[in-house]
């Protein structure tokens, strides 16, 4: 059964007010509406470790390079559509250099998080 089958009306309504001046009329349930949400998930760009060892670097903190800048540039011209509201970075330089080169591109709000 779907979750609003067996009730005796749902609509959506734009307005709280609306809903509850028909809600004393009789039985009625209203629901927000459904914003869908995408996420985008991206690595950061090319760091020293990555271009030297070509190597993974775990917890260390290597700085991006050129190259790096350059592939978070791209990344945030390809995101300039997408609406970006809110980017998730951690701490890590490599990290938060390629979101905030992203965010100078497509926008959005830098949150900065110990994930």
């Known amino acids: 059964m779907l979750p609003w089958q067996g009730r005796d009306i749902i ?30 998930f991206v690595r950061h760009g090319e760091s020293l470790d990555n271009a ?4 993974f670097c775990g917890i260390s903190n290597p700085p991006l390079t050129e190259n ?16 970006i509201e ?6 890590l330089k490599r990290a938060h250099d390629t979101a905030r080169h992203i965010k100078s591109k497509a926008g959005g709000t830098l949150i900065i998080d110990e994930i």
């Open 11 to 40: 609509r959506d309504f734009r307005s709280k007010n609306e809903a509850d001046k028909l809600k004393h009329r009789g039985s009625l349930e209203y629901k927000v509406p459904y914003l869908p949400t995408t996420c985008y």
């Open 52 to 55: 030297s060892f070509d190597n």
């Open 68 to 83: 790096g800048f350059h592939q978070a540039d791209l990344t945030g011209c390809c995101l300039i559509d997408a609406k």
């Open 86 to 91: 809110k980017i998730f970075t951690s701490p």
